[in-house]
Every structure is written in C-alpha cells, then in structure tokens.
C-alpha cells in the first residue's frame, strides 16, 4: 500500500514538473542573463553604461519575477526526488545478540538513568 501511495504522489509530482517545464526553463534561462548583466555592470566605469546595464537588468529582474510560478515545479522536482528515494529504501534489520556487551551496556545505562 505504501508503495501505490508513493506511486500516486510520484505520478502527481511528475505532471506537475511537466507542465511548468515551461516556466522552469524561462526562469532559468532570465538568472543566467541576470547574472551576466550583473557581472557586466560591476565591470564597467562609464556612467551611461552602467544605467544601460541597470536598465537591461531591471528589464531580466522583471522576467524572472514573471516566472514565479516556476517554483511549483521546482517543489514537484524536489517531491520527485523524495519519492524516488523513500522507493529505494529497504528495510535493514539488525540483529541484536543478547551476549554483546554494547547492547548490554546501553540497556544498562537506560535503566541507570530511569533512576
């Protein structure tokens, strides 16, 4: 049952991160144009070039703020992710051997502190 749970959570996730494809890859596309207009801007010495860097950053600012709804799809990819590993994960037994001193000694000491 928990693996048909992780199938619908995964299934849901997956159309959500494909359906803001879209957006993910405009978002994208304007941080990188944003950072370089940043890293042109801090080069430069000229007044008028340094308002026409601000100016053509604001105008990338402004299309990254426009692709906001791409986080959604960024939370889908992360809920992917998480499905992807709760599915991979096996369940690991350990075997406690009631002569092994460890176990011994932290039974001990929970007993200890309890007074």
């Known amino acids: 049952m928990k ?14 991160l494909l359906s803001n494809l879209g957006p993910l890859l405009a978002l994208g596309l304007s941080i990188v144009l944003l950072y370089f207009v940043f890293k042109q801007f801090l080069k430069t010495d000229s007044l008028l070039m340094k308002i026409g860097w601000g100016f053509i950053g604001f105008i990338a600012l402004m299309a990254s703020a426009s692709n906001l709804p791409a986080i959604i799809g960024i ?8 499905v992807y590993k709760k599915w991979n ?15 011994n000694f932290e039974k001990q000491w929970a007993e200890f502190k309890k007074n």
């Open 3 to 16: 693996k048909f749970g992780l199938l619908i959570a995964g299934g849901i996730a997956a159309i959500v």
């Open 75 to 82: 939370v889908a990819a992360y809920v992917l992710y998480l």
């Open 89 to 103: 994960q096996t369940k690991t037994e350990v075997k406690v051997e009631e002569n092994d001193p460890f176990t």
